[in-house]
């Protein structure tokens, strides 16, 4: 699982290769933000933002929190202990990688219940 | 400490828990829909397995991904990554027993690798998933979380970097 953690790390350093997403990381240094007054800073639209924040999110470097119909957005995991901050990001890639299980496995469900329709037929 | 579930009409995303059990080891459990077969199914067949053990975010893709899934039988997964030669990640299982359990090496990594079990236990149709990295010492875990290997500073210097972005901003 060590590797899959060394490329994380490499997806944080690709997030950095962007101007505005260093940009955003700067301007959340000085306080969190919403999408919106990111996307208006940085003259973009929503969408865009959204995009280059998901990048920032995956990286582990900035997250987000829904309030309402707010998405605040703050500097990441780094303000956590390492152990901590590590567990964490171990927790979200698991998380992930359930998902997509669960994408699978409702596939299989569905199946099954179509060939248990046609045997009874 | 559950989060509440939202009232949302069909309630299929469970809680991921991570948790450092011992010195020596982490697990991973999650709550997954479905009947414990159906889950060791996703487990044990490469062409669904390959499906979701890469989840499209981790920015790599498999390259391909052999399961010899019986006691003895080695695994090996090949990814690419956008920049960097492929990574290889293989072992064998040591224990297979059909819906309830499965323990595989990891020997990628040589002698610090972790020993995996997956136990599958199924409750009124759904599977309570409980993943066990199991290492050989705690220094071999410890370097897992990166205090030794390197990996932990490599996280301080991003760590360093994204605070210097945010002061020089801050003087500009």
Redesign the interface.
Known sequence: ??????????????A?SDATR??V??????SDASITELAEKFHMTLTGMKKHVGVLE?AG?VTTEKVGRVRTCT?GA?RLE??T????R??Q??????????????E??RK?NVDGRKKRE | MDARRESEPTATKNRTTVERKSEREVVVTRTINAPARIVFEAFTKPDLFKRWWVPKSFGLSLLSCELDVRVGGTYRLVFSHTGSEPMAFFGRYIEVTPHSRLVWTNEEGGDGGAVTTVTFEEHAGRTLLALHDLYPSKEALDAGIGSTDGMGETFDQLDELVVTLGANSGRS
Not at chain 1, 1 to 14: E, G, I, P, T
Request: negative net charge.
């Open positions: 699982m060590v590797q899959y953690m060394r490329a994380r790390l490499d997806a944080s350093f690709a950095l260093r940009g990381l700067e301007q959340l240094g000085h995956r470097l500097l780094r390492e152990e901050a590590w567990l964490e171990y927790r890639l698991w998380d992930s990688r359930f998902d997509e299980l669960d994408e699978v496995v409702e299989l469900k099954e």
